[in-house]
């Protein structure tokens, strides 16, 4: 298959494994072995799992953190538990950057797209 097509295919196939936060997951060696052996997964291992394979395709990927709140998404369905986001201290967010053509582009694979009807901002290709 294509370069680009590879890239799309790859990053669906992530994107798409449900969304759950598991302390275990952070390993960087372990998390994603352990997301894929249980279909589910979040920033960290998704984002592990999606740089080792677009660098198996030659693309050159950067690690990038963020600092995040919960309290500043703005999603329909935390309305009823703002309260306990607000309580919720900043975190971190880990995503990439692939070298597409002579452009770094995020990519970010956190939210499956199963959770877009909820407003969470879904990425698709």
């Known amino acids: 298959m294509p370069e ?37 997964g979040f ?3 998704k984002h592990y799992l999606l740089g080792s394979l677009y660098a198996r395709l030659g693309t050159e990927i950067r690690y990038h953190t963020y600092a995040f709140k919960w309290e500043e998404l703005d999603i329909a369905y935390l309305d009823n538990i703002q309260s306990l ?3 919720m201290p900043e ?19 956190t939210w499956d797209s199963l959770l877009k009807d909820t407003g969470v901002p879904v990425n698709d290709k």
């Not at 295919?9 to 052996?37: Q, T, W």
């Open 4 to 40: 680009e097509e590879a890239r799309i295919n790859i990053f669906e196939k992530i994107r798409d494994i449900p969304y759950a936060v598991i302390s275990e997951h952070f390993d960087p060696e372990k998390g994603p072995e352990l997301m894929l052996a249980e279909n589910r």
């Open 43 to 45: 920033c960290v291992p």
């Open 85 to 87: 986001a607000a309580g």
């Open 91 to 109: 975190t971190y967010h880990l995503a990439c950057k692939a070298l597409i053509g002579s452009k770094w582009v995020l990519v970010d694979a």
